[in-house]
């Protein structure tokens, strides 16, 4: 049997991040709140997906 492939979370990061920055400009140049908050959540949704800081010390 093949092994499951692992998911891919950290790739997605970056991607998120990206996505958050750009919705953000596009937020603070137009006076847009709807692209400011979805900026908010796409850099939420970045922090969670890529950070060592939700792992448990040892």
Do not use: E, H, Y
Not at 3 to 31: D, E
Not at 43 to 55: D, E
């Amino acid at each position: 049997m093949r092994p499951q492939p692992t998911p891919r979370i950290r790739s997605t990061s970056p991607v998120f991040l990206i996505l958050g920055l750009v919705f953000f400009l596009i937020g603070i140049l137009a006076n847009q709140d709807t692209f400011t908050w979805i900026a908010v959540v796409f850099l939420t949704i970045s922090l969670v997906a890529g950070g060592r800081w939700l792992r448990k010390r040892p």
